[in-house]
């Protein structure tokens, strides 16, 4: 039975250890870029004689509301009611009402093809809500109850465990919310310990969750004038609760929870040759026994646990020594742990060979030769292996040249900050330009990184790099060519019908112009959209589909395409326009 159980036990940890790199391969698989969970926040139900609400939010970065509160639509269930933030009404009681909201991906993101492949909620995750896609995109839909009546209270609390202080979160629906102050009451909340028959009281040193205790946890839940509740049921994380009606405007909602045991840990024990020994196991303070931490497979006969006496000696090996190559070791006499007597005795160990460690080998710099690796006896300090000398380094050529930055300062003035490779032993490096047939030094540095100045906007240069150290012969050069960027062009915007034209001057040798434009001045990542006119030659660009009446600020920028990469020159002075 026993051996049984152990090896139940260690089937249970080869099938958890499977089960984790299970889940991590799983969760490597995921693609991180595709959005399959949606929460909107921040919109109230429907209140009788109040606007609806388009303030919503979405719960994550990686996809936002169509323009913000323009993508929110209001209707009845039968659509003979219609609301979009440009055209709306009051909340009718007693009618049923939906919302739908219209959201798209971030850049980067991409929605599943299928809109039954996206989970959506409302309020946090409270209220689970469908998603449909139409011409205009995907869209979260929620169902409400009846105008002004409250058929459901729906709470969340984190469930007691062993320990753990109880949770005074407060309750806010929209329609309905709790409230209490009054000690042991906070934010509505009271929690009652059913087997010491008191009342938990928040911030004192008895405010925390027994094993083996009964809880009760009630809340004061108050309607929103002019809501009030009708033929209501009340659910604390998804289960039904008793709910108790006082008046059409207070409902006092209750819910109890058990806690269970807190068992701790007792090691293993072994048998000796004349006592018992047990396996490792849970005990609780209440008396009962459990296989594991959680006491959720309990032991029901405690004998299973007992190891029996052994009957025989338990030896172990005392006055064990290791031979040396200086003196003799011994393998140690056989004593049992439990009566003490010597079972059998040891042996001697002849002498050992010598224990070799290893001398590091000294590396060579450009100032002091080094050694090469040796070896002696850590015991006797016999030497055997001889180290002898390197001969001293030489400088090498500089490599691993690279623009930094490319930086416009100011009218054609542009700058190149070059960088490198360390080269071991430098005291300095030289950086040299190229200007015609002759190579001019422009500067001299300790760093690994040196910004040249007053270039010519997008022209190629031509820069060499070499280490140098005193009284040493430099090393071989490194060299690179760069580019600068284009200049900075000037922006001109002209508004049109739901469309503004953006026109800027044109700039000699380069392959395009981006123009951005947003609803933001500061130009935030969600309200920023890119336009790339790919022909140098072009000098204007129509942006449509824009809002009616809506301030938009646009900058424009050049760049020039060399191999596989763009160099931009600096965005044009930011101008506004508002959208006819």
């Known amino acids: 039975m026993k051996k049984n159980k ?9 099938c958890l250890i499977m089960l984790c790199g299970v889940l991590v391969m799983t969760a490597s698989a995921e693609d991180d870029n595709v959005i399959t969970t949606v929460h909107i926040y921040g919109i109230d139900g429907p209140v009788p004689g109040k606007a609806p609400d388009f303030s919503g939010t979405t719960g994550s970065s990686a996809y936002c509301i169509i323009q913000d509160e323009h993508g929110v639509y209001w209707s009845s269930n039968d659509n003979s009611v219609k609301w979009n933030c440009d055209s709306y009404g009051t909340f009718v ?24 492949d996206i989970t959506a909620y409302f309020g946090g995750g409270k209220e689970k809500a469908w998603v449909y896609k139409d011409s205009n995109g995907y869209y979260v839909q929620q169902s409400f109850d009846k105008c002004g009546e409250i058929l459901t209270v729906a709470i969340s609390t984190a469930v007691p465990e062993v320990g753990a202080k109880p949770e005074f979160k407060s309750v806010w629906e929209g329609r309905y919310y709790s409230y209490g102050s009054i000690s042991p009451e906070k934010e509505g909340v009271k929690w009652y310990d059913e087997t010491e028959k008191k009342y938990l009281v928040s911030g004192t040193t008895e405010c925390y969750f027994k094993a083996h205790h009964t809880y009760t946890v009630s809340y004061s839940i108050y309607a929103v004038d002019p809501c009030e509740f009708g033929n209501a049921s009340a659910f604390i994380n998804g289960k039904r609760a008793q709910l108790d009606q006082f008046n059409p405007i207070v409902v006092d909602v209750k819910y109890t929870f058990e806690t269970g045991c807190d068992p701790e840990f007792v090691e293993g024990q072994f048998p000796t040759c004349g006592g018992t020994g047990h396996v490792g196991y849970y005990a609780c303070s209440c008396g009962n026994w459990y296989w594991d931490a959680s006491a959720t497979e309990p032991i029901t006969d405690k004998e299973e646990v007992v190891i029996p006496p052994t009957g025989a000696h338990s030896p172990s090996v005392v006055g064990a020594k290791a031979s040396t190559c200086t003196v003799k070791g011994y393998t140690g006499d056989k004593v049992c742990l439990v ?26 710099t450009y100032k002091s030769k080094g050694k090469t690796e040796g070896a002696h006896c850590s015991v006797c300090k016999a030497v055997i292996s001889k180290q002898t000398e390197t001969p001293k380094l030489t400088l090498g050529k ?17 700058t190149l900050t070059l960088a490198w490779n360390k080269v071991d032993g430098a005291e300095k490096y030289e950086v040299y330009q190229q200007n015609g047939k002759k190579w001019t030094k422009v500067g001299a540095t300790s760093k690994t990184t040196l910004t040249v100045k007053k270039l010519k906007a997008n022209k190629s240069y ?17 060299t690179l060519t760069a580019k600068t960027v284009p200049l900075k062009t000037t922006l001109t915007l002209k508004a049109g019908k739901k469309q503004l034209t953006a026109s800027w001057k044109e700039i000699a040798n380069i392959t395009g112009y981006e123009v951005a434009y947003s609803t933001s001045k500061k130009f935030t990542k969600k309200t920023t959209k890119t336009v790339t006119v790919k022909k140098a030659k072009t000098k204007k660009a129509t942006i449509k589909k824009l809002s009616k009446g809506k301030k938009y600020y646009v900058k424009v920028r050049a760049y020039k395409t060399v191999g596989k990469t763009k160099i931009y020159s600096a965005w044009s002075s930011v101008k506004n326009v508002k959208v006819k």
């Open 6 to 14: 152990l090896l139940k036990l260690t089937g249970i940890v080869l």
């Open 93 to 116: 009681k007693g009618t049923y009402y939906k919302v739908k909201v219209y959201i798209e991906p971030e850049a980067g993101y991409e929605f599943p093809t299928n809109a039954a």
């Open 339 to 364: 009566c003490k007597t010597t079972i059998e005795k040891g042996k001697e160990i002849a002498l050992k060979a010598h224990t070799t460690v290893k001398d590091a080998a000294v590396p060579a």
């Open 398 to 414: 500089t490599k691993g040249l690279k623009v930094k930055s490319v930086k416009l300062a100011s009218g054609t003035k542009t």
């Open 462 to 478: 031509k820069f060499r790099v070499r280490a140098v150290l005193s009284g040493e012969k430099p090393g071989a050069y490194g």
